[in-house]
């Protein structure tokens, strides 16, 4: 069993529509979670980050954290064929060197 | 403020060739991180280095790979001996240090691939 998995997609939505994009994890250690999009060819950019459990909104991006759970979701409101990339969650324990362990991303197609 | 440079960003080696991948990371950062990423997959880390030592390298094949992050200079990711497998994306990431894990700043990646 992978620590993160996430369902990889494609995942295609008209635009302006909401969008959900999910992962589970099995490592009850976990402390930071994060949403980083890639782009085709890219090299990751993080979106957003949350420590511990909670919601965290920024702008169009609301993330959420259900540790008891073991769920994270990200959501996108308004969507834009901009928004058209891989998003992958990640996550790491605290103070473990901070590395992070990924899922294998969803592929997200927004089209006008 | 230049951001995570790694060259060459697109690499071809056939098998048994060695494949050195380099990273310079962000102006002030002492910390890299190297991710592979296969094909259809997420990131998996390989190793974490700190200027001069290696700090973590779980993630490494046991063989044919080593990593250096000199004193002066960029970190250096080693691959002897390719064989077809190792064709992927491999992408570094540069941290101050500080922060947690969010202060990785990724740079565009080298696309490795293997005759």
């Known amino acids: 069993q992978k620590e993160v998995e996430q369902d990889p997609g494609p995942l295609s939505v008209p635009e302006g529509a909401i969008v959900s994009l999910n992962c589970t994890y099995s490592?009850?250690?976990?402390?930071?979670f994060m949403w980083y999009r890639q782009y085709s060819r890219k090299g990751p950019e993080l979106l957003m980050y949350t420590y511990s459990s909670g919601n965290k909104e920024d702008g169009r991006f609301t993330a959420q954290v259900d540790k008891s759970s073991k769920y994270i979701s990200l959501f996108i409101r308004d969507s834009q064929p901009s928004d058209s990339a891989t998003y992958l969650c990640a996550m790491s324990v605290l103070g473990n060197t901070d590395k992070l362990i990924f899922g294998t991303g969803t592929r997200l197609q927004v089209f006008p | 403020n230049a951001g995570v440079m790694q060259n060459p960003r697109h690499l071809v080696r056939r098998r048994g060739q060695e494949a050195r991948l380099r990273c310079s990371p962000m102006?002030?950062?002492?910390?890299v991180y190297w991710y592979r990423q296969l094909p259809e997959e997420g990131l998996k880390f390989m190793v974490y280095l700190q200027k001069e030592n290696i700090i973590d390298e779980s993630g490494m094949p046991k063989e044919r790979f080593s990593a250096e992050f000199p004193k002066e200079g960029p970190s250096i990711l080693r691959i002897q001996q390719v064989v077809r497998g190792d064709s992927a994306a491999y992408f570094c990431?540069?941290?101050?240090?500080?922060?947690?894990?969010?202060?990785?700043?990724f740079g565009p990646g080298t696309r490795l691939t293997v005759t």
């Open positions: 990431a540069s941290s101050p240090g500080t922060g947690g894990p969010k202060e990785q700043y």
């Open positions: 490592n009850s250690a976990f402390q930071y």
């Open positions: 102006k002030g950062h002492s910390h």
